[in-house]
Structures are given as structure tokens and as C-alpha cells.
């Protein structure tokens, strides 16, 4: 497959009421899985929307592939599929029904094509077994398959998912990686999410939004490296734990024998008997949204 | 062509889709509820088809339509309130593809809907196997009705959810709008029966009175009232009008639907100003060409009475009995504004039970003297308003008879309080009652019947129906003697049969049969709209006689013709004259037809009504002229049997007319039209269009040119004298003819023989 490329320049939108939801992206995105980090609220559904076509943006450019979102969208969504956070599905309809429907409206009109497809489709996400049960009777793992089966009809070279692995139990969310990660070998799948592991074992590339800005782009070592002799283990006693302030951030608290596991991030060591651990992409990621306190990156 | 597939494409998943919701089976459920549940409630089968197919002209459509606004508003704003909207949007549809595909799917469905109703008419039609099916009357019903109706609504609903995808705001709109457009016209009453600005078409009236009657004297099946679809002048503009304003609330639709999608949206923008522009005239035009029917509509509440009624056995119940021969004498003594009456009528016992008390009415401003059995007993009786109750000494038994004789007086003014009389006799006292003339109204309220004194038109039909049976199985007459003293002018409306020297004084001597349809005539207009009182006049009320000159000369010639024509019994007709005061001293005018038969005026007039546009413009110009002049037509050739036949007939026989009036160009005209399909039959009279009806001309109008008006009046005094119907026809032209035809004229008149053999 061509490789395509995604030129994001100086990109902002503003919503009513001056709320800069966006403020003057700049990102280059090319094939692969490219992660979307941040916390919930700091503008990356609107900057999925935006690819998508579905909101246009206040000022600044989108290219995609050869495409300028604001004069070829028609052109973009062709070349596009797209998994929102919350989407709904005709539930009284089957799920090979309604990928049908889907089919058409995406302009797959030679209906032997749309049926292979879809045949492929259901076999990928593994819901053959169920095509012809209504989808009201599916689970919420079940619906983000045939949600994620409905973006890849006609086999898009650009796959957006927003926060796809919300509300998924561990297995599915596992599955669910595994299949992005597949499909991102031969097009750009963009996945946007605030949960760190969902990123952390697919993605080649990403980037963390806070607050409209970007404030990370690089691949997930280099985030990891943020977090570097920063995170700390540290042991303690329910009573010491009760009456001492921890300096830092604590991450996770686990009950031992002897009373608490902490995980710290900090610059310094927290107690004495802190020991220093391997940081994670989570840590990084949260030294990251530290920035501006004590945890300057 | 990949566009236009993926439209079809959307559309198909659109019917997928409806047809795994509950809405559309909602609707379903909806119509069919409206139209099943007359066939529970008359055991008549026959009558049951013509309600149903009332039904498709009129509210079959009612709720129905509610819901196909409501449901193509959901549709088309589905993908909000169901969040696929975010995926949807982003494929790669075109706006319109999806409007138009939806748009489409969900018309499909309508349609489909609207055959299976009409499916199911078809099959209640083959089911009464009276007559054979008239298959092109219901798809021509469904094109100009049905469809159109679909098309606007299923439009309507999609453009206010495209305009308004919330449905806290799209469904008050629409819902208000159907509300308001059922109730737009005053006329149309709170249940809303008008629904024109919906349903695009003539509101019920007329025609379904005429479906009603019809079906309930067994002479119409229910494809062929179809075919009295009122599809004319106004009523096409009207449609029309519709149309357009469709296309353009799909334009609006279309143009507005999620144009945020689309960056050429606001392209159109001088479009749209000027679409606005049109659409106010639209709407102005509809309204005016809505308004224009308005008199019709009174009508409405007319039907709603009859299907408020209940069956025919709850009927007979209610009027176990019936009047089987009725002699009344009256004399009027004018200065005291009284009549004094005696009343003999022998009644018989329908139902299965024994009556041991007879209800009568009589309108209440007569008092009642005396009530005696046949032998001369005074019987008691009590009397509650027009109700009078009289126990009998013996009961009757099921099936026997009973005879009574009343004696009563009362003032002759202002008997009928709801109806015309009592509006025209307050307003032109002087045309109902003085010392030189007098109006005798011709309704229930002076003698004493066996019904309720009803004003109401329906009621009066339904009664009817049970009377027609009586009168076809016993052949029940009714005698009425009007005792005038000599200088006294008397109009009324009934026909009269003969009149006679009594003494001294002139005995004038009527059909009261049709009294009751004569009753029917004036319930009829009592609701009339103030636009056309003329022709209430005209046959009632001397006063507003204001007819042309010339119209009375047509008249006349028309009476004298019809009188060389056919022979007619009656012995002396009175010419019209108008006001009452230049009637002739001492003798009666009859204002209704001047035959012997029945007056079936009612159903003709409000035909004729309607179709005054389709007659010849010379003398038609004046729908009055014409709607007297068809009554008097039909009213000879009125047969109970077969009053389609009657028409037929009567649309020859104006022809005829017309022939003497305007010439013999008019009649030869009026038959290559018939002849020719490329030729319009507008102007001449002619009005059926069936090769029925139009074979049937052909074949008397080849008797004419074989046996000249001779050969035409053996025909109509054989056709008189028989039993009536298209076999009786048939054979009288086969007697007429006393020549030897040519193959031509053979076989024509074999065509309409088969046509009418096979009836």
C-alpha cells in the first residue's frame, strides 16, 4: 500500500464562547499506530473529528495524503474509517445487515464486493458465528468489534478509533489491541485514548494533548525516558503511612505484610529506603502531564 | 448510474430497517384497525364495502398520516438521537443520497401499505360478487388519492427532521400541523373529517352520501363509486399545487439537511430566497383552492352521523315498524294559518317480537284530537315533543298489521325548527303563508310516521334503507289528498300523482313514497352552503324562484318534451311560476319533478353539483339550470334497480334535449365524441366514461338513426314498462327495432347487449 502521510499545520479551533479547544497543533503522522494521549477534555476527540471531517477546524491546515480536509472531504471520507467513543448501531438489524447498510452508504455498491468484504470482515473481528443474530443481543465488546468491522469497510487507508477500549473487560481489550496493531500494518490507524496501555504495546508513535496543546510527540521510549530515575518504590507501615506525608507523587498503593507498597514518581528520593524501579509508559506519561509542577520535563 | 444505485441501495436498507421497527407496523396496525372495524360493525356486507371504500377517500388516511409525518421526521433525524450520526457522517455519502434513499425507501413502504388496503377492498368487492369488478376505479383511486397523499406527508415528516432534528421540536410542529389542517375549516367540525391540507384531495361530501345511498339500495357496487372520484378543475390544480410543494419541501429538505457536510451548501442561497418566494404563493394557492370546496364540506357532518349510526338490526329494533299504506286527507284553512288532518295508516310489524305499543311522531305544533283502532275505538295515548305513544288494546303479532286513524290540527307554520323552512320562513314569511297562498312543507313533521321526526339527512337514509326493503317486498302505497279551497294558492313539494274533483273543490293527489326523499332533499340542504341557496329554492321556496327567463323557457321546453317523449300518466302539469302569488287560483304547483315516480333528486343534485363544470356550456353556465334540468332527467329515468342505468340513460337524454335547444350539430358532435377516444365529451353532457355507459348510448343513437325518435320512444316506453335494469334495456332496443339494420349498427347494439346481457 502507498504510504500516506498526515500534515497537521498550525491547526486550532474554537468553539463558541472562545473555548480554544485546539491551539495551534502541528503533527506529522505517517503509517503505522500512532497514539493520541490525554486526559479527558484536553481536545483529542475534536482533533479526531476534524480528521474525520466531521468538524471543521477554526484555522490551520490538514493534509491527508494528497487531500486539504477543507476542500476534499468528500474525497477524505472515502479513504476513511472511523470508530467514534460513542457510537450507536441499529440494534434491531443483524450485524451483516447493518455492515451491508454501512457498505452502501460508504459507496461499496457492487453488492458481491460488499458481501465479501464483509464476510472478511466478520471473520477478523471474530463475529461470524453471531452475523445473522440481531446486534441488540451483543455485548459491549461485541458492538466495539462490529463498530471497528464498520470503519475498515472499504478497506480504509486512514482508521481513526477514539478511545476504543473503554468499557471493555481485560480480554477483550487485549483482542482489541492486537487487532489495531494488525491493521496498522498497512495503514495509518490513528487511536486515541487516555487509557496509557492501550498505547503502550501498539503504538510506533504518539503524541500527548493537554489542554489543546500538544505537549509530547515522539516514539513511547522517548516518553518512557521522561520518567527515568524518577520512580520509586517505597515500604512502609500503616502507621507511618497514616501520620507522614510521602513527597512526590504516588502512583499505585499496594497492602503488604508489613503494612503499604508505594509507587513514587519524583525527582528525589522520596524516603530513604525508597528504591528506584524501571518506569513504565504510564510513568512517563504522567511525569508529562506534571509539567509546570515539581516534576519539570 | 453509481449514484443512482446507491440511492436504490439505501433506499432497499431503508425498507430493511422499517421493517424491523415498530414504527411501521404501527402504522399498519393503524390503517387497517380504521378499516376492519367496519366490517364488525354491519352485518351488510355490501354496505360495509362502500364504508370502507369511503374509507380510502376519506379518514382512512387520517391517523395514518400522523404517524407517516411523525416517522419521516424520526427517520431522517434517526442518526442523532440513535448516536450512529458520528459514524454515518463520516462515510462517503452525498447528502442527497442519503435524503433521496431514505426518502424513497420509506415511500416504498407506503405504497405497499396503501395496496394491501386497497388489496383488501378488492377482495371484500370479489367477495360480494355483485357486480363485476371495476379493477381501473381502484387504480385510479390509488394514483390521484393515494399516492399523492403519501408523497406530501412522507415529505412533510422529513423535511422538519432535516430542518429540526430534534424531536421535542420537529414532533409539536408536525403534530400541531396535522391537528390544525384537520380542523382548518370551521365546516370540517372538531373530529376533523376536512383534511385536505393533508390529504390533498376533495374532502368526503358528496360523494361518499352518494356511496352511502347506493349502497344501501343495492345498486352500486363499491369499485364503481370509486370512480365517482370528484378529479376535477379545482380539485387537479388543487392536487397539483400539492405536488409542487412537495418538490419544494424536498428542495428545502434537501438543501438545509446536514449542510454543515456538504461546502457548496449555500450555493443555492438565491434559490432558496426565490423558493420561499413560490412556496408563499403555494400555500396561498392551496388555501384559495381549499377554501374553494368549503361548501362541500358541510357535507361532513352528514356522514359522521351515518357512521355514527349503528347496523341495520339495531335499526329494525329501533323501528320495528313500518307504514304500509297511508291515506291522509288535509285540509288547510289559510286564515287561521291551521290545517286539520286525518290520517289513516295501516302499519306492520317487522320485527319478531309481538309490539303491544305503538311509537309514532308528529311534529309537536300539531295536537292530536283523537286516535281510533279500525274499528272505531279511541285508543290511548300519551305524547312526550313529537313522540306519541298509543297502547294498543290487542298487540300486534310479527308480521301482522294494524290500522289506526289520527285526527289532528295544528298551525302549518314553522313545523321543521332546525331545517330550511324554518330559516326561510322567517325570513320570507310571506312566501310559506297568507291569505292568498301557502306552503306546505313535504316532510314527516305533518303526518304521523313511524320514526323519529329527524332533521338529520343520514338518519333519514338509513331509514330509508329499511323502508326501500319494505316497499320492494310488499309494495306499500302511500295516498295523500290535499283538500285546497278554491282560491287558495298551494305549493308544495311533492310529486303529484292525479288530481281530482271533490264536490266543489280541487282534490289534488300525491305519491307520499316520496315524501321521505323529498325529506331527504330538504335535510340535504338544510346544511347547504349560503352560497347555492338557489337551488333550494327552486324547489322550495317560491321566493327565490329568481330563475332567468330564459331558464324557464328551457324548462318548460323541457317538460313539454319530456312529456312528448315518454307519455307520462300525469294528466296536467302546472308550470313554475314564481313568486307564490302569481300562482293560478285554486290549484296546487308542484315544485319537484312533475312525473310519477320517485324523486331520487338528492342523489342526482349533488352529482350534477359537482359535475356542473362537465356540461354543455351553452345552457350550463348556470349549475342550477342544470341540476334542475338532471333531477327532471333522472327523475324519469330513475330505476331503484339500477340508478347507474338511470344516469346513462339521462346523459342521452340531454343530449337530445340539447339537440332541440342547440341544434342538430350538438347531437351529432356529442356522438363522434363518443365515438372518437381523441375527442373531449366535455360540453355535451356526457359524463361516463365507461365502455359500459358509452355502448349503451351508441346502441340507442343507432336505433335512431335506423328507427328515427320513434324507434327511441319504443325503447324508453318498453324499457318503462319492464321490470328496469340493463337486460330490460337491452331487450327493448332488440324490440325497437322494426327494420333491417346494417352490419354496423348490428354490432353496436350487440356490443352493448353483451354489456348489458352480461349485468
Not at chain 2, 13 to 26: K, M, P, S, V
Not at chain 2, 179 to 202: E, H
Not at chain 2, 224 to 232: A, D, I, M, T, V
Not at chain 2, 487 to 503: F, Q, R, S, Y
Request: proline share 4%; aromatic share 12%; hydrophobic share 40%.
Amino acid at each position: 500500500m502507498i504510504k500516506m502521510i498526515i500534515k497537521i499545520n498550525d491547526l486550532t479551533k474554537i468553539y463558541d464562547k472562545n473555548f480554544k479547544a485546539l491551539k495551534n497543533i502541528n503533527l506529522t503522522i505517517s503509517n503505522g499506530m500512532f497514539g493520541l494521549l490525554g486526559p479527558n477534555g484536553a481536545g483529542k476527540t475534536t482533533l479526531m473529528r476534524i480528521l474525520t471531517t466531521i468538524l471543521k477546524p477554526t484555522s490551520g491546515r490538514v493534509k491527508i495524503g494528497d487531500y486539504d480536509i477543507n476542500h476534499n472531504q468528500r474525497e477524505i471520507r472515502e479513504i476513511l474509517g472511523y470508530l467514534p467513543q460513542e457510537f450507536g448501531l441499529y440494534k434491531k438489524l443483524t450485524a451483516r445487515e447493518y455492515l451491508d447498510y454501512a457498505g452502501v452508504l460508504k459507496g461499496i455498491t457492487d453488492s458481491k464486493e460488499r458481501r465479501k468484504q464483509i464476510g472478511i470482515l466478520l471473520e477478523e473481528v471474530n463475529l461470524e458465528q453471531v452475523a445473522k443474530k440481531r446486534i441488540s443481543t451483543y455485548s459491549g465488546g461485541m458492538k466495539q468489534r462490529l463498530g471497528i468491522a464498520q470503519a475498515l469497510l472499504g478497506e480504509p487507508r486512514l482508521l481513526i478509533v477514539d478511545e476504543p477500549t473503554t468499557g471493555l473487560d481485560p480480554e477483550e481489550r487485549i483482542r482489541f489491541r492486537n487487532l489495531l496493531s494488525k491493521l496498522s500494518k498497512d495503514r495509518i490507524v490513528i487511536l486515541s485514548t487516555h487509557i496509557v496501555a492501550d498505547v503502550e504495546s501498539s503504538c510506533n508513535d504518539l503524541a500527548v494533548l493537554k489542554e489543546g496543546e500538544i505537549i509530547f510527540h515522539g516514539n513511547p521510549s522517548k516518553l518512557l525516558t521522561l520518567a527515568k530515575d524518577t520512580v520509586w518504590q517505597v515500604e512502609i507501615t500503616s502507621e507511618v503511612f497514616n501520620e507522614t506525608s510521602i513527597p512526590g507523587r504516588i502512583l499505585s498503593t499496594r497492602r503488604t505484610q508489613l503494612g503499604f507498597s508505594l509507587r513514587v514518581i519524583s525527582h528525589t528520593r522520596p524516603t530513604p529506603w525508597s528504591i528506584p524501579i524501571e518506569p513504565s509508559l504510564e510513568d512517563g506519561y504522567m511525569v508529562l502531564m506534571e509539567k509546570g509542577g515539581c516534576f519539570n520535563v | 448510474m453509481y449514484r443512482l444505485k446507491q440511492i436504490f441501495h439505501i433506499a432497499k436498507a431503508e425498507i430493511l430497517i422499517q421493517l424491523r421497527g415498530a414504527g411501521f407496523y404501527l402504522i399498519v396496525l393503524a390503517s387497517n384497525i380504521l378499516f376492519y372495524a367496519f366490517i364488525s360493525s354491519y352485518a351488510n356486507e355490501l354496505f360495509t364495502s362502500f364504508l370502507l371504500s369511503s374509507r380510502l377517500q376519506t379518514n382512512l388516511m387520517l391517523y395514518p398520516s400522523l404517524l407517516f409525518l411523525l416517522l419521516g421526521a424520526a427517520i431522517i433525524s434517526r442518526d442523532k438521537t440513535m448516536k450512529t450520526e458520528e459514524v454515518i457522517d463520516s462515510y462517503g455519502w452525498r447528502n442527497y443520497h442519503l435524503f433521496l434513499g431514505r426518502w424513497l425507501g420509506t415511500l416504498i413502504l407506503w405504497i405497499l401499505l396503501g395496496i394491501q388496503l386497497y388489496g383488501v377492498l378488492i377482495v371484500i368487492h370479489l367477495i360480494q360478487g355483485l357486480s363485476p369488478l371495476s379493477l381501473s376505479n381502484y387504480i385510479f383511486h390509488f394514483i390521484a388519492g393515494y399516492i399523492p397523499t403519501a408523497i406530501f406527508t412522507n415529505t412533510l415528516g422529513f423535511v422538519v427532521g432535516a430542518l429540526l432534528p430534534s424531536p421535542l421540536l420537529a414532533y409539536p410542529i408536525l403534530i400541531s400541523y396535522w391537528f390544525l389542517s384537520i380542523v382548518f375549516i370551521p365546516q370540517a367540525g372538531a373530529t376533523g373529517t376536512f383534511n385536505t391540507l393533508i390529504f390533498q384531495r376533495i374532502p368526503e361530501s358528496i360523494y361518499n352520501l352518494f356511496n352511502y345511498a347506493m349502497g344501501m339500495n343495492e345498486v352500486m357496487p363499491a369499485s364503481e363509486s370509486l370512480g365517482y372520484f370528484p378529479y376535477e378543475d379545482l380539485i387537479i390544480l388543487n392536487r397539483w399545487f400539492y405536488i409542487f410543494l412537495s418538490g419544494f419541501l424536498f428542495f428545502i429538505g434537501l438543501t438545509f439537511y446536514k449542510r454543515e457536510r456538504e461546502d457548496k451548501a449555500w450555493k443555492y442561497k438565491p434559490m432558496l430566497l426565490a423558493g420561499f418566494f413560490l412556496f408563499g404563493l403555494i400555500i396561498l394557492g392551496s388555501i384559495y383552492v381549499t377554501l374553494s370546496f368549503e361548501p362541500i364540506n358541510t357535507f361532513n357532518r352528514e356522514i359522521e352521523r351515518v357512521q355514527a349510526l349503528s347496523n341495520a338490526k339495531e335499526m329494525e329494533n329501533e323501528y320495528p315498524l313500518r307504514e304500509k299504506e297511508y291515506d291522509i286527507l288535509i285540509e288547510i284553512s289559510p286564515e287561521k294559518s291551521l290545517l286539520r288532518a286525518e290520517s289513516t295508516i295501516t302499519l306492520e310489524n317487522l320485527s319478531s317480537m309481538p309490539q303491544e305499543k305503538v311509537t309514532l311522531s308528529l311534529n309537536h305544533d300539531l295536537s292530536i284530537n283523537n286516535i281510533q283502532s279500525q274499528n272505531g275505538e279511541d285508543l290511548s295515548w300519551e305524547r312526550q315533543g313529537d313522540i306519541i305513544l298509543i297502547f294498543l288494546k290487542k298487540g300486534i303479532e310479527p308480521n301482522q298489521e294494524l290500522t289506526l286513524k289520527f285526527f289532528y290540527e295544528g298551525r302549518i307554520f314553522q313545523w321543521n325548527r332546525s331545517g330550511e323552512h324554518f330559516l326561510y320562513q322567517n325570513l320570507y314569511p310571506e312566501n310559506f303563508i297568507s291569505p292568498k297562498g301557502i306552503f306546505i312543507s313535504d316532510d314527516y313533521c305533518w303526518y304521523p310516521s313511524t320514526g323519529r321526526i329527524v332533521t338529520k339527512v343520514s338518519e333519514n337514509l338509513l331509514r330509508q334503507k329499511s323502508l326501500d326493503y319494505s316497499v320492494s317486498r310488499n309494495n306499500a302505497k302511500y295516498q295523500l289528498k290535499i283538500v285546497v279551497p278554491p282560491d287558495l294558492k298551494v305549493a308544495t313539494g311533492l310529486p303529484l300523482i292525479d288530481k281530482i274533483k271533490d264536490n266543489d273543490k280541487e282534490v289534488f293527489l300525491f305519491s307520499s313514497a316520496s315524501a321521505s326523499r323529498a325529506h331527504i332533499l330538504a335535510g340535504l340542504y338544510d346544511d347547504i352552503d349560503p352560497n347555492m341557496p338557489e337551488i333550494v329554492q327552486f324547489y322550495y321556496l317560491p321566493q327565490h324562484a329568481a330563475v332567468k327567463d330564459t331558464t324557464k323557457d328551457i324548462i318548460e321546453e323541457r317538460i313539454k318534451f319530456y312529456t312528448w317523449l315518454c307519455e307520462p300518466e300525469i294528466k296536467e302539469v302546472d308550470q313554475v311560476r314564481y313568486p307564490i302569488e302569481s300562482l293560478p287560483t285554486g290549484k296546487l304547483v308542484v315544485l319537484t319533478s312533475p312525473f310519477d315516480r320517485d324523486i331520487p333528486g338528492v342523489l342526482f343534485l349533488r352529482e350534477s353539483y359537482v359535475r356542473a363544470s362537465l356540461g354543455p356550456q351553452k345552457d350550463l353556465n348556470d349549475w342550477r339550470t342544470y341540476s334542475f334540468e338532471r333531477a327532471l332527467s333522472t327523475a324519469w329515468w330513475n330505476f331503484q334497480k339500477d340508478t347507474r342505468l338511470s344516469s346513462v340513460l339521462s346523459q342521452y337524454f340531454m343530449v337530445l334535449l340539447y339537440e332541440r335547444i342547440n341544434g342538430p350539430d350538438f347531437y351529432r358532435g356529442a356522438m363522434e365524441a363518443l365515438e372518437n377516444p381523441s375527442h373531449s365529451l366535455s360540453g355535451y353532457g356526457i359524463y361516463s366514461t365507461s365502455k359500459q355507459s358509452q355502448s349503451i348510448i351508441m346502441s340507442l343513437d343507432r336505433v335512431r338513426e335506423t328507427e328515427g325518435m320513434d324507434g327511441l320512444r319504443r325503447v324508453f316506453n318498453a324499457y318503462r314498462a319492464s321490470d328496469g335494469g340493463y337486460k330490460a334495456l337491452a331487450a327493448a332496443v332488440r324490440s325497437s327495432l322494426k327494420t333491417p339494420i346494417s352490419n354496423d349498427i348490428a354490432s353496436t347494439i350487440e356490443a352493448a347487449e353483451s354489456f348489458m346481457t352480461w349485468r
